[in-house]
């Protein structure tokens, strides 16, 4: 593994709150630990922030060794959007290729110090953690989609604003709730959304792609974080109503959008079943972890 960096190499610049070429070091620093389930390195983030706080799939975890960061997750892909407004970020980590598949989506709020000076430790972690068993899961079949995909930068004349960005991500959920909020502005070209491992079609009319959705579910509970660069929003929240069991419970899910020109042009979804099977037919899941 490659050396972690120093926190005091995490000099921040004198305006920006958070200077994008520092949190994709701390990002990269992430994804170095998890590779090899070290978790001393968010521990040590983490003990100087008074009120660090680790949610994994819903959960509030106080002891990281018991967490998913101790687990070894070798990501044959991944890729971090970092929100300098915020000092956020989210990693996604596609893992299709070890024993024990995963992909899952990380969002991380870095605390700066009260100058802005520099990054002093992380305030919170919240992880959706998805394996065999979750909502669609296929981590072959993400690896796959993903890998037709193109998130190059967006070239500064072409970027748009935080708003215009957030606004597609609500749009798309409060369609779920409102047939009137009308159909997600959504490139032809893929198509289609990547929900868990599988390509959920839309269908082409003309120059746009109409996805069909229900219209009665209330998404609550939005956490956003917002990257102009990659012209990417990703939208933690909770997910209603999939496991009939339970009535109407939430889901943990984590949605990442990718909006060019008014447009999405591709949506990656994470959604933890915590119980098992998120009510989709009478199968024998296997065990979760
Ligand atoms: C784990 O990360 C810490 C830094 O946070 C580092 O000091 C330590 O050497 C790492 N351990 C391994 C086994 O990589
Ligand atoms: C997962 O996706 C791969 C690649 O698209 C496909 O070959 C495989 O059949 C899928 N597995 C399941 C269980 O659906």
Known sequence: ????????????????????????????????AQTVGNHSFISTLGRSAPNFLYIENNA??????L???????????????????QCASVT????????HPYVL????????????????????????????????????GTLNLNAGEKWDPIPVAQQESRAEIQLLGDWYFDRFGDVERGDVPWHAEPCYRLEG??????????ED??????ASIRVPYRRYVVDEEM?????????????????????????????????????????????AGCGIGEIDWPDRR
């Open 105 to 140: 989506h990380t969002r991380i709020i870095w605390q700066a110090t009260p100058d802005n000076l520099a990054v002093s430790g992380i305030s919170l972690i919240e992880a959706v953690v998805t394996d065999e068993g979750d909502w669609l899961f296929n981590a072959t």
């Open 231 to 275: 012209g990417a929003v990703d939208v933690f929240m909770g997910f209603p109503g999939l496991d009939r069991t339970q009535g109407q419970r939430e889901m943990p899910d984590s949605h990442l959008f990718r909006v060019e020109g008014g447009k999405v042009r591709y949506c990656h979804t994470v959604s933890a079943c915590v119980t």
């Open 209 to 214: 792609c109409i996805h069909v959705m229900p």
């Open 67 to 85: 967490s998913s960061l101790a687990v070894p997750i070798k990501p044959d892909f991944h890729r971090s959007i970092h929100d300098v407004e």
């Open 197 to 206: 491992g599988l390509p959920a079609r839309g269908t082409k009319r003309g």
């Open 92 to 99: 996604e980590i596609i893992a299709a290729t070890q024993e």
């Open 60 to 65: 509030v975890l106080g002891d990281l060794s």
């Open 1 to 32: 593994m490659k050396p972690l960096l120093p926190l005091t190499l995490l000099t921040l610049g004198a305006h920006a709150s958070c200077p994008r070429p520092v949190l994709k070091a701390l990002t990269a620093a992430y994804v170095s």
